[in-house]
């Protein structure tokens, strides 16, 4: 507590001097961007049912560990808009003074409001959406906005405009898409380039267990100078020990069950990951360690975007950064597990 004109008042967070004393920050394709190995998103554990002073710590935590990327959506919750909102109150308490530290992002492309204007691709959706974005987190901009999803039946040529129209109104710095496949990638890129706006980064789905980027994405990513950002890369805690021991409380699995079902984790699976485990006690590492580790191999992919229920998963997420070198054997023992 600090004492100002007699008055107590809770002293406001101060990040840490150390923190950018043990992150990388790696290139976002060839942009000017530079974004951290390992940033923090918000799917899970910021909506109203969960614990505001957890999601705060959660923050901070990241931010005084070099994590200055937070990724968001639209419909991140529950309910939709809450992530949005539980971040715009911490941001507004702790991080203000910080804003030009931090890349914020979020999305819309996925179900959001009722009606025919709260989903897909639309320049009519996506302009609002952001727009109620920024309103719940208080935000003037963010860094990075993205269409969370392709949408077959809008031409891409409106969407890639109203991403472009949006940088030029200043509501956004840099665009992404998350979910395209590479032949939709392409399409998207050479739309945003013609309209001097280009692509910033793609965020997919990438991890040891889901290798769809590796047949073609990351190539197309690499050839137009576009970044990656891998999201769920521990496949929602699958590839952890947590679930080595049966179904813990407080996992996402029995916890939500939305995304992520008990009935997914079965004795096939858990043998794979016991495996795995081995593996990485070999490496001196834990599991989630290694599998992080493993995405930041491969210098396409900028950033491993992780999820985290409670400060210490980040703090072991984070120690993943002292050993990103896999010997050749290593690489196919992991393999061999997973075919
Ligand atoms: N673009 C898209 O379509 C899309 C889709 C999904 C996600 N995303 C983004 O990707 C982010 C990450 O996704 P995700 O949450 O599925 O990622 P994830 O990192 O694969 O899973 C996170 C979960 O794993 C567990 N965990 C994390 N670190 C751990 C550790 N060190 N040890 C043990 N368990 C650990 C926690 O689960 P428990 O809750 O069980 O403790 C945590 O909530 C999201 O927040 C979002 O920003 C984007």
């Keep these: 507590m600090s004492k100002l004109f007699g008055v107590s008042r809770k002293k406001s967070y101060q990040a840490k001097e150390t923190r950018y004393e043990k992150m990388n920050y790696r290139r976002c394709g060839k942009s ?102 920024l309103q719940r987190m208080g935000l003037d901009y963010v860094d990075i906005f993205y269409h969370h999803r392709p949408d077959p039946e809008t031409p891409m040529e409106e969407t890639m405009a109203a991403l472009d129209h949006i940088v030029r109104q200043g509501k956004a710095l840099y665009v992404g898409i998350s979910q395209y496949s590479a032949e939709e990638t392409l399409k998207a890129t050479k739309i945003l380039t013609a309209l001097g706006t280009p692509c910033l980064i793609h965020q997919p789905k990438y991890n040891m267990m889901d290798r769809w980027v590796e047949n073609g994405l990351l190539d197309v990513l690499e050839n137009k100078g576009v970044g990656a950002i891998a999201f769920s890369p521990l496949q929602q805690g699958i590839l952890t020990d947590k679930y080595l021991a049966g179904f813990p409380e407080d996992s996402r699995a029995v916890k939500d ?68 070198e896999f010997s050749e054997e290593i690489l196919v023992k992991i393999d061999n597990v997973l075919k």
């Design 32 to 133: 000017g961007l530079l974004l951290p190995e390992i940033s923090l998103g918000l799917w899970h554990n910021f909506g109203f049912t969960d614990d505001f002073k957890n999601a705060q710590n959660l923050l901070k935590c990241a931010f005084d560990n070099g994590i200055t990327h937070f990724d968001l959506a639209n419909n991140y919750g529950p309910p939709y808009g809450a992530a949005e909102s539980t971040f715009g109150a911490i941001f507004k308490k702790d991080f203000k003074s910080y804003r030009d530290e931090l890349i914020i992002s979020t999305k819309a492309g996925w179900d959001m409001w009722p009606g025919p204007y709260g989903n897909f691709g639309s320049r009519k959706y996506l302009i609002s959406s952001l727009d109620q974005s």
């Design 257 to 324: 069950g939305r995304y992520l079902k008990t009935s997914q984790i079965d004795n096939e699976l858990i043998s794979k990951v016991t495996q795995l485990n081995e593996i990485a006690k070999s490496r001196g590492q834990s599991l989630a360690q290694m599998a992080i580790a493993w995405l930041l191999k491969d210098q396409r992919v900028t950033s491993v975007l992780v999820g985290a229920s409670k400060t210490e998963q980040l703090l072991d997420s984070l120690k993943a950064l002292d050993n990103l």
